[in-house]
């Protein structure tokens, strides 16, 4: 990056852009906390400086064609593969009942304070990597890890109300506290979020669960109240007390578990999403508090509020599949002495390739149970149970197919063939090495079609 940085000073050198680029967010940040960013964002102090350096760049062949943002007065150039965005210092206002900011040209000063907040309000010269602390308190903010908005924070969360979840997604990316003021701010204003655009949000949400403190993240949604308007169904597990697998509230136990769980969004999302339907399916009796079914109910629910996030079908699929088959293994033990070789064939099957997210989730949460039912061996036994059955099976697949089942029974596609490919599968689980013939002989014998 210092490379790019420097191709840039010398083509701007005795020019009108000399002292007026400035490095400004998340880079200047990074290098005073002295972590690498590939994240370049330039300041121009001139009307439409920011598409007019980049038109420079790429003139000089320095630079690929600029992608021109006319409205804002940005462009998106490409250096040495490295993506830079150049845009004037501008000043934003807002008309009443319009979230679409008018904008245009403005100082330095200007362009600071509409910035979110101080620790990303920083600039550093291109010429000579000079850093300016404009509001006076990024670079102490960063030395005292605080997230804190560059203006009253009524203001900074009204003009977009995402900021707030960036404040979120600041402190536990960074291990940084929000600010009294700034958490007061996002208190008052939580509700604003119902005019943010799910996609938004869900992108925000990614980025807290994927840090290394996702359970803070969610600790700070919910003490804030944005969770109510993200996923409200989270709030309503807290003070769901449980039965004596368990020495937390379902909330505690889901954060636990979700910290417990490696930084992958499948699993991260099922982690938080496990139990969601444990307030609706606790029963009490006189055996105690029991969650009859409530993965099946939990993996619907969970389509439910994905679905609402806009996440990618093939996500919210690997997830409710995780949420549904989560339970499969409680009542085996740690040991799975119990667990026949044919279950432990049938599990391979059903997960295929999700087979090692689904033991990642069950692992957490195994371990977020009380001390003397947290089963802490039981996925290391069964990865031993798989890897011995994957010799057994020998990569071998399914030698029936629904064509071979409607030639040997002479039946038209329809309902009847995926019932006997279920049969089919269910004695080939049970005898590996059986051939097709074999199989469809077997079913003929027993099975009444």
């Not at 690929?64 to 943002?69: K, Q, T």
């Not at 150039?77 to 965005?85: A, D, G, L, T, V």
């Not at 009524?154 to 958490?183: C, G, H, S, W, Y």
């Not at 949000?201 to 840090?211: A, F, H």
Request: aromatic share 6%; net charge positive.
């Amino acid at each position: 990056m210092k490379d790019v940085i420097k191709i840039i000073a010398d083509a701007i050198r005795e020019t009108k852009f000399e002292n007026n680029a400035f490095i400004a967010g998340g880079f200047v940040r990074d290098k005073i906390m002295g972590k690498e960013s590939n994240d370049l964002d330039i300041v121009i102090s001139l009307p439409d400086g920011g598409i007019e350096l980049a038109k420079h760049l790429y003139e000089k062949g320095l630079s690929s064609r600029p992608v021109i943002f006319q409205r804002f007065g940005t462009a998106q150039i490409i250096i040495k593969n490295f993506k830079i965005e150049f845009v004037m210092a501008r000043k934003e206002s807002y008309r009443s009942k319009n979230r679409k900011p008018d904008v245009a040209h403005g100082t330095i000063n200007e362009d600071i304070y509409r910035r979110d907040f101080t620790i990303n309000a920083l600039i550093m010269n291109v010429m000579n990597n000079e850093v300016q602390d404009i509001t006076g308190k990024g670079i102490s903010d960063i030395k005292s890890k605080i997230i804190r908005a560059t203006s009253p924070p009524n203001i900074i969360f009204e003009e977009d109300p995402l900021r707030m979840l960036r404040a979120v997604r600041f402190a536990v990316q960074l291990n940084f506290t929000i600010d009294k003021e700034t958490m007061m701010g996002i208190i008052r204003n939580a509700e604003m979020l119902k005019h943010i655009s799910r996609e938004r949000i869900r992108d925000e949400l990614i980025k807290i669960l994927l840090s290394s403190a996702p359970a803070e993240g969610i600790i700070i949604m919910i003490d804030s109240g944005i969770m109510q308007y993200v996923i409200p169904e989270i709030v309503l597990l807290k003070g769901v007390q449980q039965n004596k697998y368990h020495d937390k509230d379902v909330l505690g136990h889901t954060l636990q578990v979700l910290q417990n769980t490696h930084d992958e969004i499948i699993i991260r999302l099922s982690a938080l999403l496990h139990d969601i339907s444990k307030p609706q399916t606790k029963t009490i009796d006189e055996k105690g508090i029991h969650f009859y079914r409530h993965e099946v109910a939990g993996a619907k629910r969970a389509r439910k509020i994905l679905n609402d996030l806009k996440f990618p079908k093939d996500t919210i699929d690997k997830v409710t599949k995780l949420i549904k088959n989560h339970m499969r293994l409680k009542s085996f033990g740690d040991t799975l002495e119990t667990l026949s070789d044919v279950a432990v064939r049938r599990l391979m099957f059903q997960m295929q390739d999700d087979l090692e997210l689904l033991l990642s989730l069950i692992h957490a949460d195994n371990i977020s149970h009380a001390e003397a039912y947290n089963l802490p061996s039981q996925i290391l036994n069964l990865k031993l149970r798989v890897a011995s059955n994957i010799k057994k099976i020998n990569g071998k697949k399914l030698p029936v197919t629904g064509r071979d089942i409607m030639l040997h029974f002479e039946i038209s596609e329809g309902q009847n063939v995926g019932k006997i490919l279920d049969i089919a599968n269910e004695i080939w689980l049970k005898h590996p090495s059986w051939n097709k013939l074999e199989i469809l002989n077997k079913i003929e014998l027993e099975e009444e079609l």
